[in-house]
């Protein structure tokens, strides 16, 4: 009597587990019910800019320093696309993790076509609200025309890998 005990309640386990598995939305899942957070920083012109700025556009916030290889290497690629997609409602923010000359320099050399603003320490913080727990640059989140994160992504963007999720959004 007590094998048949002791096999329903595997057997119940295993189900359970099962169903919590299954039930269980991967991060990219989990990040589509996710609203942007709410945040302002100075742009290069020391004025403030609130993300709410750019509500109803699709946005993709880049968090970057210039002490970053694979940030300087994507970034000819963000002002490709801002050019492809701005009329289409795209709009690129980066947000630099660095002193503000070093960012100003940069800039002013690369001519780069979409709002810089700088953050430093609260750029570490903006970008954590935005699930970079690893405090790993480059850091880009993707948000939809509503305002939800639809992406959060660690380290450097391929062309092909960011067009597949701003695309269908567009």
């Known amino acids: 009597m007590r094998k048949p005990a002791h096999l329903i309640w595997l057997m119940g386990l295993i189900m359970m587990s099962l169903v919590s598995l299954t039930g269980c939305p991967s991060p990219q899942a989990e990040a589509k019910r996710i609203y942007r957070p709410i945040f302002s920083l100075p742009d290069l012109q020391k004025h403030q800019r ?56 940069f800039v002013n050399e690369i001519s780069i076509n979409y709002p810089i603003l700088v953050g430093k320490q609260d750029g570490i913080a903006i970008a954590v609200d935005f699930g970079n727990d690893r405090a790993v640059l480059p850091f880009t989140a993707i948000i939809d025309r509503q305002g939800k994160i639809v992406l959060r992504h660690l380290g450097e963007f391929k062309r092909q890998d960011i067009e597949n999720t701003i695309l269908p959004l567009l």
């Open 50 to 105: 609130s993300v709410s700025e750019w509500d109803g556009k699709v946005v993709v916030i880049n968090f970057w320093a210039t002490w970053c290889p694979p940030c300087i290497r994507e970034i000819p690629l963000f002002i490709d696309l801002q050019n492809q997609y701005a009329k289409q409602g795209l709009q690129f923010v980066g947000i630099a993790i660095d002193n503000w000359e070093a960012v100003e320099e």
